[in-house]
C-alpha cells in the first residue's frame, strides 16, 4: 500500500535552534516527493521538489535531502524563527498515468521564544 | 496575481442541505486539484483535473460528492446531501501541468465546511 508517514507527530524547539522532519514512503513507482509548509488557517505552500536523482535541495534555511534507495527524506530548518511555526508536510507523487499525490499526516512545529 | 481564488471561506450549513464550493485557478494554469483536510486524515486528493477534464476522481468519498470544471477558470465541488462527517476544510490548488517533474501546485486559503 502506497503511504507517507512522518515523524515526529509533533516538535517544539526555542528560536534559533535547528531541527529535522523525517519522511518515510512506500510509494511505488515514485516521482517526485515535495515537502509543503502550512500555517494555521491558510494552504499549502510548497518549499521544496526533489526528483528521483536529486538527494539534496535547499530553500534558504530549509534544506530537503531524499535517499531514494532506503524511501527516506528529511527536511532540516536552521536558525529557527518563530514564523517557522506550522505544520510540514511529506508528499510523494507516486508517477505513473495519474501521478497521484499521497501525502503525510505532518509534523506540527512550534518555536518558542 | 491574485492567486486560487476559493469562495465562500467559510459555510457553515445544517446536514441535508447542498454545498457548493467554488474555486478560481491562477490564469494559465491547467491543472486544478480538489483536496479535504481534516484532522484525523490530513490532506486527501479528492479529484483533478487537466485541461478541464476530470483524471482521476478516486478520492472522491461516495456519490454525494460531484465537481465540474465547465471552463479554465472555475470549479465547482458540490456536496448534496451534505453529513456531519463532510466538515473539514476544502482546499483547491492548481498548476501548470500534472504533478510529474517539478510542476509546483498552489493552493488556494481554503473553505472551512461546518455541518450541524
Known amino acids: 500500500k502506497n503511504q507517507v508517514e512522518q515523524s515526529p507527530q509533533s516538535l517544539i524547539i526555542l528560536e534559533g535552534k535547528n531541527c529535522t522532519l523525517q519522511?518515510?514512503?512506500?510509494?511505488?513507482?515514485?516521482?517526485?516527493l515535495r515537502w509543503y509548509k502550512q500555517d494555521t488557517g491558510r494552504g499549502p505552500v510548497s518549499l521544496t521538489i526533489m526528483t528521483f536523482s536529486e538527494n539534496t535541495k535547499s530553500n534558504g534555511r530549509y534544506t530537503a535531502t531524499l535517499d531514494a534507495d532506503t524511501k527516506q527524506s528529511s527536511l532540516h530548518i536552521t536558525a529557527s524563527q518563530l514564523s517557522d511555526s506550522a505544520s510540514y508536510i511529506c508528499v510523494v507523487s507516486g508517477g505513473g498515468a495519474t501521478n497521484k499525490l499521497i501525502f503525510g499526516t505532518g509534523t506540527l512545529l512550534a518555536v518558542q521564544p | 496575481d491574485a492567486g486560487v481564488i476559493q469562495s465562500p471561506r467559510h459555510e457553515v450549513t445544517e446536514m441535508g442541505q447542498e454545498v457548493t464550493l467554488r474555486c478560481k485557478p491562477i490564469?494559465?494554469?491547467?491543472?486544478l486539484f480538489w483536496y479535504r483536510q481534516t484532522m484525523m486524515r490530513g490532506l486527501e486528493l479528492l479529484i483533478y483535473f487537466n485541461n478541464n477534464v476530470p483524471i482521476d476522481d478516486s478520492g472522491m468519498p461516495e456519490d454525494r460528492f460531484s465537481a465540474k470544471m465547465p471552463n479554465a477558470s472555475f470549479s465547482t465541488l458540490k456536496i448534496q446531501p451534505s453529513e456531519p462527517r463532510d466538515s473539514a476544510v476544502y482546499f483547491c490548488a492548481s498548476s501548470f501541468g500534472m504533478t510529474s517533474g517539478y510542476n509546483e501546485q498552489f493552493f488556494g486559503p481554503g473553505t472551512r465546511l461546518t455541518v450541524l
Open positions: 519522511c518515510n514512503y512506500t510509494v511505488s513507482p515514485f516521482s517526485n
Open positions: 490564469s494559465g494554469h491547467n491543472s
